[in-house]
């Protein structure tokens, strides 16, 4: 672990990354597991534009039988460290710092998941919504964001059902979301949620977006992925703020000039002209928010199943559309490609391409922080990649 950049505002970057963060997993894995610190390894790291860090660390821990046991540890600095984190302080350069730390599961943020991955806990909730076999569940991290969010797997007998794991303050919403969307879409039906956070649901039929554009099945026409946006009920315009790809973009660049070194120079100078572009008024509807593949289950190229409708609210459909393009833009297959370009020659149709391009390029410049976030080994190319993309998108090159 090295340091990344020599901002001022990169000193949480630098210190979670830097030789220091073995010291301070160190600390809390001497405390709490029984052991030391054998290896430390980052593997997704989120960075805020005022220098606020957040890092997931992968450890092998060496207990004193000598055996060695994984475990995930998570540390975080400023505005990222969720109430009830333990917190370690010092200084560093002649400033105080102080690092929130917790190890998997017990985030701070997200009480109801140490008891969500416990077997017993989770199979005390599928016996209250009255889930068959639920004495015989057993559970699958499917995905980990700390501080935000994680989804579960449950399988139980020949029943797949999926647990999220959201801060508390976030369920209203969420359950708000599932009850008006179930009747309009195929969004699942929440069974059961607890208070401290936790929402199950059935598993819907159907292969992920993403799997299907892999292997290069059918994928959806474009006109029936416009249908299924239409479905989008009106009263979610009036909740949460209206989503805009557009106006992240100076957000999107300010994280990569902390991570990115000179490519990030040039990300801001990209950002700067999506910013100052015209990209036309268009009127404020339903939307999904975060829009793509991955979040279609499909059957043979139709749409089966619409997930992760947090994001759904108030924005425009023209954003939409321009994040589906931007992620087909960075898996670049032919087959991505090839969907893309039908896409767009439905799109342009209904709006002025001149206004979608920094749309789109806004979109893939925040994908651009992907490759870092999540400490690929060629991060640094793959970054590069989607910046000059960015721009490729931004100036119709």
Not at 164 to 189: I, M, N, Q, W
Request: proline letters at 6%; charged letters at 25%.
């Amino acid at each position: 672990m090295t340091p990344i950049s020599p901002s001022p505002r990169a000193r949480d970057l630098n210190l979670l990354l830097g030789e220091s963060a073995r010291d301070l997993v160190g600390t809390v894995v001497e405390a709490t597991a029984e052991g030391v610190a054998d290896s430390v390894r980052p593997t997704s790291v989120t960075v805020r534009p005022s220098g606020d860090t957040l890092v997931r660390y992968a450890v092998a821990v060496r207990r004193r039988d000598a055996t060695i046991v994984r475990e995930t540890l998570v540390a975080a600095t400023g505005g990222l460290v969720p109430e009830g984190a333990a917190v370690v302080a010092g200084d560093v350069d002649g400033e105080s710092v102080e690092v929130g730390l917790w190890r998997w599961p017990h985030d701070p943020a997200l009480p109801a998941l140490a008891r969500a991955v416990d077997g017993e806990g989770v199979r005390a909730v599928l016996a209250r919504a009255g889930v068959p076999s639920a004495r015989s569940a057993s559970v699958a991290v499917q995905t980990y964001r700390p501080g935000r969010r994680a989804v579960l797997a449950i399988t139980t007998g020949s029943e797949r059902l999926f647990a999220k794991v959201v801060p508390p303050g976030e369920l209203a919403g969420l359950r708000e979301r599932h009850e008006l969307l179930t009747d309009h879409l195929p969004v699942p039906r929440l069974l059961a949620t607890t208070d401290d956070g936790l929402a199950l649901m059935p598993a819907l039929r159907g292969t992920s977006g993403r799997t299907a554009l892999r292997q290069g099945q059918p994928m959806p026409d474009a006109a029936a992925l416009e249908a299924l946006l239409d479905r989008l009920p009106g009263d979610l315009v009036a909740m949460g703020k209206t989503s805009d790809h557009r106006r992240r973009a100076r957000h999107y660049g300010a994280v990569l000039a902390l991570t990115a070194g000179d490519d990030g120079v040039r990300a801001t100078e990209i950002a700067d002209r999506i910013a100052d572009a015209d990209v036309g008024e268009y009127p404020v509807v339903a939307v999904h928010g975060d829009f793509y593949e991955h979040q279609l289950l499909l059957d043979h190229g139709t749409v089966t199943g619409l997930l992760d409708v947090d994001t759904a609210g108030p924005g425009r459909r023209i954003d939409d559309w321009a994040n589906l393009l931007a992620h087909l833009a960075i898996t670049d297959t032919p087959h991505a490609r090839s969907w893309a370009d039908h896409v767009l020659h439905h799109v342009r149709e209904r709006v002025d391409v001149a206004h979608l391009r920094p749309r789109v390029a806004s979109a893939v410049l925040g994908l651009a922080t992907g490759p870092f976030r999540t400490q690929r080994s060629d991060w640094r190319e793959r970054t590069r990649r989607r910046i000059a993309l960015a721009e490729e998108w931004l100036t119709g090159s």
